[in-house]
């Protein structure tokens, strides 16, 4: 994957909503990267596997979800479901031709396991691979953060309940001071030995969040189950990966995964916690990259089976 050659445009939606779209790579390339960001982050988490893995031959595009960096607030109705539209439009507006890996970090891989579920005859036309990372297909009301029970349970309704009340009074950035949002994201988003660059720049990103722009997002995060659309990715080359010291969606969550996707290849990082794309930037480009040739392979060998052959 190579970040030049590229643009920058906005994808409309229904209703007017504005999505922010980056491409990097070379024109006319063989195969297209879509990478998918996490819940309250934006495209640019993406960028330190971006960097590891430049001079490739495939085109990259990154969106920011609805409510997310430069794209336009999610609406009060929005939802898991809409996350899902959105990539399917990505690719029917701005991709419209040839074969795509799908690539998913937390809520983006919620969003593409949406887009398999509302979308399945796009995915069997156009997804040649697909990646979920540090993701969930449900069961996300049960998170506990590493926690025990009552801390637990009290962790997850101050969550909630502070993110729908600094929504409600205005509050445009999480009022968290430097000195507190480092702790804090080190011991959420990393795993035990993190490089304070890294934790720096997930900060960093952090502080930037509209809570006004994804608030309406939260709540759909815990009811949202997509185990059965994960049959959609069938026969086709995909990957799981989690950290083992994972605390958001703890490595259970990308077992029920592949054992939904039982032709997934699933890849457990030792000391590596959710932020994958940031703290495990280098291992994940690799990953990727082996899973576009794999796909683009299969891609090519497919012939009479719903699959179109590459050009």
Known sequence: MTRGNGWTRWLVRPGGTRLHVRRDGPDGAPLTVVL??????????????CEASAGGPFAVVRLDLRGHGRSDAAGAGAGVPELGDDLAALLTDLVPDGPVVLVGHSLGGTAVMAMADRHPDLVADRVAGVALLATSSGDMATMTLGLPGPLARGARWAERTGMAALAALGATRIPCPDPLMRPLTRWLGFGSDPRPAAVAAVSVLAAQCRIGGVAALRRAIDEHDCRCALITFDGIPAVVAVGDEDRVTPVRHAAVIAQWLPGARLVVYPGAGHMLPVERSAEVARLLAGL????????????????RLAA
């Open 36 to 49: 998918v960001h996490c819940y309250a982050l934006d495209l640019r988490v993406w960028d330190a596997v």
């Open 292 to 307: 576009a040739d794999d796909s683009l392979a299969a891609w090519s060998r497919r012939d009479g089976t719903g699959w």
